[in-house]
């Protein structure tokens, strides 16, 4: 069982920048993918990005060039640095590390950005 846990979510104005961490209580190694997803209100929950144990990285449309997922083994640590925010970047944002057979989900964290 591994538990992941988020952290630097918060309330930001429009074109202001967050980074979220997701630390795991294990290794990182062995995980196939670790991504970042979120949820807005009344909206089904998307994948945001991705990174594969090959390193090949995975934004959605509306991401891409603003975001940046990375990883930090030593510290078993994913990042999701998200820069010129936006109004519509609001929501609960979820880390998930896919370890092939099982796969694991952070509790979420809420960011807010104001316009």
């Not at 670790?34 to 991705?50: D, F, I, S």
């Not at 603003?66 to 109004?87: E, G, H, P, W």
Request: charged share 20%; proline share 1%; with cysteine.
């Amino acid at each position: 069982q591994v538990q992941l846990v988020e952290s630097g979510g918060g309330l930001v104005q429009a074109g202001g920048s967050l980074r979220l961490s997701c630390t795991a209580s294990g290794t990182i190694l062995s995980a196939n993918a670790m991504a970042w997803y979120r949820q807005a209100p009344g909206r089904q929950r998307e994948l945001v990005a991705k990174l594969t144990s090959g390193g090949r990285q995975t934004y959605a449309d509306s991401v891409k060039d603003r975001f940046t997922i990375s990883r930090d083994n030593a510290r078993a640590t994913v990042y999701l640095q998200m820069d010129r925010l936006k109004a519509a970047d609001t929501a609960v944002y979820y880390c998930n590390f896919d370890y092939g057979n099982n796969d694991y989900w952070g509790q979420g964290i809420q960011v807010a950005v104001s316009s």
